[in-house]
């Protein structure tokens, strides 16, 4: 196997910044591991094999493959930086996406709703979770402290139904980081 240049290039700059290397092979069973070795230096080489992957000349199979096994290691390390709550991923920066503002305004909805139905209050719809979840990303604290923008959005849903009246994003920002993020703070709600 034969790296293009830029891409050689670029991984030798990664190792003389100190970054670690892996490699993702995706191949048919039939084909020989040994031989398609890379022409770089690998810390760590995964060699992903399927039949399903013989007849496939679109490679559709492969990047399928492929695409899981990277989406199985990303969930993994978001794991371990303990960037979940409950079962689901609230670590998103929507600011640029529209798609990913909606999936984090989906993400305020549920677990202010959840939590919403613990404290018997109003449940929150999907434009009212968008609009808390903008109302964050223009007011999210500027002091360099990073708390996720649908954790914040939640902590302002739920203790403006608590208290009765408005929290600062400020406030939220406090006692998500009192609570140790939003998992801490949703199991100690009640």
């Known amino acids: 196997m034969c790296f293009h240049s830029s891409h050689k290039d670029f991984l030798e700059r990664c190792r003389k910044a100190g970054s670690k290397l892996g490699l993702v ?3 048919a069973e039939a084909d020989k591991a040994e031989e398609r070795n890379p022409d770089v230096d690998v810390d760590v080489l995964v060699h992903l094999r399927s039949p399903a992957f013989v007849a496939d000349p679109l490679l559709v199979r492969r990047n399928v493959g492929l695409k ?20 689901t991923m609230t670590s998103v ?11 984090a305004a989906d993400l305020v909805r549920m677990h202010a709703n959840d939590g919403l139905s613990r404290l018997g209050g109003r449940e929150v719809g ?6 808390v979840l903008l109302h964050v990303l223009v007011g999210a604290p500027a002091d360099g402290h990073v708390v996720g923008e649908v954790g914040l959005s939640v902590v ?3 203790e403006a139904s608590r208290r009765r009246g408005a929290v600062s994003v400020e406030e939220a920002a406090r006692i998500l980081t009192e609570r140790e993020g939003l998992e801490g703070y949703l199991r100690d709600l009640l």
């Open 68 to 87: 899981m096994l990277l989406n199985a290691h990303s969930t993994c390390v978001m794991a371990r930086l303990g960037r979940l709550t409950g079962n």
């Open 126 to 131: 999907h434009a009212q979770a968008r609009a």
């Open 25 to 27: 092979l995706v191949t």
């Open 156 to 158: 302002l849903v739920l």
């Open 93 to 103: 920066r929507p600011a640029a996406n529209l798609k990913l503002v909606d999936r």
